[in-house]
């Protein structure tokens, strides 16, 4: 007979509500997201520690041990995929419900955290979008489970040491691929098995107990509280720009093992005060709390089209609460009681039902391209922003390789082999390529798009946020092949304000997380040095341009709009609120940003390069035009969309014909 361990169901109970408060968007708790590594160790405790005991009575089988888990896992997710699926039919527009079905089937398949590697970063900024993001860890957990048991039953020919032996290879060798993988691939240390394996197989070290019991109270409450803090600790100063798992999980990990091997002889002081009530209950409904939490947020921001308020958060939280408590009562425990599913034959058809019904009901969706017509022809058009994009420019983010080796994007008619000018930026300059490609191809010239993900062409700059690297070689492979290749135009487009300041002005009002800079003069990284790093990083560039007599023409950045453009307009224009053409004000938003285009400005007028302003277009006294003809003109926030590009054909034409055209003899 297993033993009850109250304190355990009060540590889930701090792991769900670090996750909850996490995502609720709780600053203090930036590295509340350890709460899943939490539930890793937990998990691999108690299933270990009831799969050995069946092995050494002789009790265990396989197929009892996945009803088990079926009992578990199943009923709650599934019944959460039904009602989450209405609320999704309700409140996404098409190209959301379409990417909400791919991934509510990669659920059903156990395979959520393989299709999220694929499609999105934890905590990118899109990953907002996304109701079903936190299911990644059901995928690590089931599948680590389809392997671990039969292994263990492999091994248990040699007793204990054998299931030891294998787990603290296994263990150790999963933690140093982890801590490799997160420097090369932080998306796929995040999300896949082989780099998180070895968290779960913690706890499977902690019940075999190849560690001496502690009889002393005194050690144990140290033990206890050192784990505590351990947890604590990574959840206040933790935070989404900290490389993770890797190393740093050890924190979380180790608290856990800590508190669940100091309680396992009697409760210490932290764990009766986890075995207190209130906790208890909280880690009874843990995992349908962890369902159903972070869906519900991503609904309400969906439905409201803004960042949800305190007041609102707040509520929708404890509607989340609400629910996981309904959904424990009524779908969890009926099946692990047996009052349905009562035998295995019956549980599993059941389940097979609903998940083949589910399955069919998002086929429905991808096939129809997720329902447009629940929405009027002009609020799907707005809708269909998000996705509005050139889909021959999508591929092209160069890297060193590329650029050296001459596979770059082209942009026009291709004469001879020879570029007339260069496109050189970051997302930005490829979201602004379509007008140039329209005005090469007008004009009977060729040019490179060399654009790469959040590298602005600022020569001799670091920059330091993750996911970000190596924007110091890039450029300077970029500068070489200008000069190899003697192009001689080139045009300077990228999100500048993010450098300058470290995060555009209105997401630093909201506290997100912020990008820093550094170069050989840096005194400090701080947000105050990034501006004075980024003059100089594009003083550089322009001088290097100007040494070589290049013809340049610096763009300054369009306009952040501070929100999910095409949603907001969808949102408005369903509810009569908005028509064809629509103005924001961003006055709010752009005071610092103006102090950014000062810069470039005079950066641009002290080297003799030709300074265009995108905003000039878009924005006047009465705000800045976000939508024309019942078409978006940004894809998110900060972002062209293909149909916003093509606006700046005609105010680009004259600077861009007298320089390209001047030196190539057009």
Same mark, same amino acid.
């Given at each position: 007979?297993?033993?009850?361990?109250?304190?355990? %169901?009060?540590?889930?109970?701090? /792991?769900?509500?670090?996750?909850?408060?996490?995502?609720? =968007?709780?600053?203090?708790?930036?590295?509340?997201?350890?709460?899943?590594?939490?539930?890793?160790?937990?998990?691999?405790?108690?299933?270990?520690?009831?799969?050995?005991?069946?092995?050494?009575?002789?009790?265990?089988?396989?197929?009892?041990?996945?009803?088990?888990?079926?009992?578990?896992?199943?009923?709650?997710?599934?019944?959460?995929?039904?009602?989450? *699926?209405?609320?999704?039919?309700?409140?996404?527009?098409?190209?959301?419900?379409?990417?909400?079905?791919?991934?509510?089937?990669?659920?059903?398949?156990?395979?959520?955290?393989?299709?999220?590697?694929?499609?999105?970063?934890?905590?990118?900024?899109?990953?907002?979008?996304?109701?079903?993001?936190?299911?990644?860890?059901?995928?690590?957990?089931?599948?680590?489970?389809?392997?671990?048991?039969? /292994?263990?039953?492999?091994?248990?020919?040699?007793?204990?040491?054998?299931?030891?032996?294998?787990?603290?290879?296994?263990?150790? @060798?999963?933690?140093?691929?982890?801590?490799?993988?997160?420097?090369?691939?932080?998306?796929?240390?995040?999300?896949?098995?082989?780099?998180?394996?070895?968290?779960?197989?913690?706890?499977?070290?902690?019940?075999?107990?190849?560690?001496?019991?502690?009889?002393?109270?005194?050690?144990?409450?140290?033990?206890?509280?050192?784990?505590?803090?351990?947890?604590? /600790?990574?959840?206040?100063?933790?935070?989404?720009? @900290?490389?993770?798992?890797?190393?740093?999980?050890?924190?979380?990990?180790?608290?856990?093992?800590?508190?669940?091997?100091?309680?396992?002889?009697?409760?210490?002081?932290?764990?009766?005060?986890?075995?207190?009530?209130?906790?208890?209950?909280?880690?009874?409904?843990?995992?349908?709390?962890?369902?159903?939490?972070?869906?519900?947020?991503?609904?309400?921001?969906?439905?409201?089209?803004?960042?949800?308020?305190?007041?609102?958060?707040?509520?929708?939280?404890?509607?989340?609460?609400?629910?996981?408590?309904?959904?424990?009562?009524?779908?969890?425990?009926?099946?692990?009681?047996?009052?349905?599913?009562?035998?295995?034959?019956?549980?599993?058809?059941?389940?097979?039902?609903?998940?083949?019904?589910?399955?069919?009901?998002?086929?429905?969706?991808?096939? @129809?391209?997720?329902?447009?017509?629940?929405?009027?022809?002009?609020?799907?058009?707005?809708?269909?922003?998000?996705?509005?994009?050139?889909?021959?420019?999508?591929?092209?983010?160069?890297?060193?390789?590329?650029?050296?080796?001459? +596979?770059?994007?082209?942009?026009?008619?291709?004469?001879?082999?020879?570029?007339?000018?260069?496109?050189?930026?970051? *997302?930005?300059?490829?979201?602004?390529?379509?007008?140039?490609? @329209?005005?090469?191809?007008?004009?009977?010239?060729?040019?490179?798009?060399?654009?790469?993900?959040?590298?602005?062409?600022?020569?001799?700059?670091?920059?330091?946020?993750?996911? #970000?690297?190596?924007?110091?070689?890039?450029?300077?492979?970029?500068?070489?092949? #200008?000069?190899?290749?003697?192009?001689?135009?080139?045009?300077?487009?990228?999100?500048?304000?993010?450098?300058?300041?470290?995060?555009?002005?209105?997401?630093?009002?909201? =506290?997100?997380? $912020?990008?820093?800079?550094?170069?050989?003069?840096?005194?400090?990284?701080?947000?105050?040095?990034? $501006?004075?790093?980024?003059?100089?990083?594009?003083?550089?560039?322009?001088?290097?341009? $100007?040494?070589?007599?290049?013809?340049?023409?610096?763009?300054?950045?369009?306009?952040?709009?501070?929100?999910?453009?095409?949603?907001?307009?969808?949102?408005?224009?369903?509810? =009569?609120?908005?028509?064809?053409?629509?103005?924001? %004000?961003?006055?709010?938003?752009?005071?610092?940003?103006?102090?950014?285009?000062?810069?470039?400005?005079?950066?641009?007028?002290?080297?003799?390069?030709?300074?265009?302003?995108?905003?000039?277009?878009?924005?006047?006294?009465?705000?800045?035009?976000?939508?024309?003809?019942?078409?978006?003109?940004?894809?998110?926030?900060?972002?062209?969309?293909?149909? +916003?590009?093509?606006?700046?054909?005609?105010?680009?034409?004259?600077?861009?014909?007298?320089?390209?055209? *001047?030196?190539?003899?057009?």
């Amino acid at each position: 007979m297993e033993k009850y361990r109250p304190d355990i %169901d009060g540590l889930r109970a701090v /792991a769900v509500i670090s996750v909850v408060l996490f995502h609720a =968007g709780v600053k203090a708790l930036d590295g509340g997201y350890v709460g899943v590594d939490i539930f890793f160790v937990i998990s691999g405790y108690l299933i270990t520690r009831y799969i050995c005991q069946k092995i050494f009575d002789g009790k265990f089988r396989i197929v009892e041990f996945y009803e088990r888990r079926a009992r578990r896992i199943l009923p709650a997710l599934l019944f959460f995929l039904i009602l989450s *699926s209405g609320f999704a039919l309700w409140v996404l527009f098409p190209n959301d419900l379409y990417n909400f079905s791919k991934s509510e089937i990669a659920a059903v398949l156990f395979a959520p955290n393989i299709w999220l590697y694929h499609h999105s970063g934890y905590f990118d900024g899109r990953a907002k979008l996304k109701p079903l993001l936190h299911l990644w860890s059901l995928g690590v957990e089931e599948q680590f489970y389809i392997f671990f048991p039969p /292994a263990m039953m492999i091994v248990a020919r040699w007793g204990r040491r054998g299931m030891l032996a294998m787990i603290y290879v296994g263990s150790l @060798t999963s933690f140093a691929v982890s801590v490799w993988t997160v420097s090369h691939d932080p998306n796929g240390a995040f999300y896949l098995v082989p780099f998180r394996a070895w968290e779960l197989m913690l706890g499977s070290i902690l019940a075999l107990g190849p560690m001496p019991s502690i009889h002393s109270a005194r050690v144990r409450n140290v033990l206890a509280a050192v784990g505590l803090v351990l947890i604590f /600790a990574s959840c206040f100063l933790y935070s989404p720009d @900290t490389p993770f798992p890797g190393a740093t999980a050890l924190l979380p990990c180790i608290g856990s093992g800590l508190i669940i091997y100091s309680n396992e002889c009697g409760l210490t002081v932290v764990g009766r005060l986890l075995a207190v009530r209130p906790m208890v209950a909280i880690g009874l409904i843990s995992y349908s709390l962890y369902l159903w939490h972070w869906a519900m947020l991503v609904f309400a921001e969906q439905f409201f089209g803004h960042s949800l308020t305190v007041f609102e958060t707040t509520g929708v939280v404890l509607f989340s609460v609400l629910a996981a408590a309904l959904s424990w009562k009524f779908a969890e425990q009926p099946f692990r009681r047996r009052i349905f599913g009562r035998s295995r034959a019956v549980l599993f058809a059941e389940m097979a039902v609903l998940a083949a019904c589910l399955t069919m009901a998002a086929g429905i969706v991808l096939l @129809t391209h997720g329902v447009p017509q629940r929405f009027s022809a002009a609020v799907t058009r707005f809708a269909e922003g998000r996705s509005d994009r050139d889909g021959n420019l999508i591929s092209c983010d160069a890297s060193v390789a590329r650029i050296e080796q001459g +596979g770059l994007c082209r942009l026009g008619i291709a004469r001879s082999g020879k570029a007339d000018f260069v496109l050189w930026g970051d *997302s930005h300059a490829a979201a602004i390529a379509p007008a140039f490609r @329209t005005l090469a191809e007008e004009n009977g010239v060729m040019g490179w798009l060399v654009d790469h993900l959040g590298c602005a062409p600022l020569l001799g700059v670091v920059r330091l946020d993750p996911g #970000i690297s190596g924007c110091a070689e890039f450029n300077e492979a970029v500068i070489d092949a #200008i000069e190899r290749h003697n192009v001689a135009v080139v045009v300077l487009a990228a999100r500048w304000d993010i450098n300058a300041l470290g995060r555009t002005s209105w997401e630093l009002a909201e =506290g997100l997380h $912020q990008v820093f800079l550094e170069d050989t003069e840096s005194r400090t990284v701080s947000l105050t040095e990034n $501006q004075a790093v980024f003059a100089r990083g594009l003083a550089r560039t322009l001088t290097r341009l $100007q040494q070589s007599r290049r013809t340049v023409l610096l763009l300054m950045d369009v306009p952040n709009i501070a929100m999910d453009t095409p949603m907001f307009l969808a949102r408005s224009a369903n509810r =009569g609120l908005i028509g064809e053409n629509a103005r924001v %004000d961003i006055a709010p938003y752009n005071g610092a940003e103006e102090s950014v285009d000062e810069i470039l400005l005079r950066l641009g007028q002290e080297s003799g390069a030709v300074v265009v302003n995108l905003k000039s277009v878009l924005c006047n006294g009465s705000g800045c035009l976000i939508a024309k003809d019942g078409r978006s003109l940004f894809r998110d926030d900060h972002h062209l969309t293909l149909f +916003g590009a093509l606006q700046f054909v005609n105010p680009l034409r004259p600077d861009f014909q007298r320089s390209v055209l *001047s030196i190539s003899g057009s």
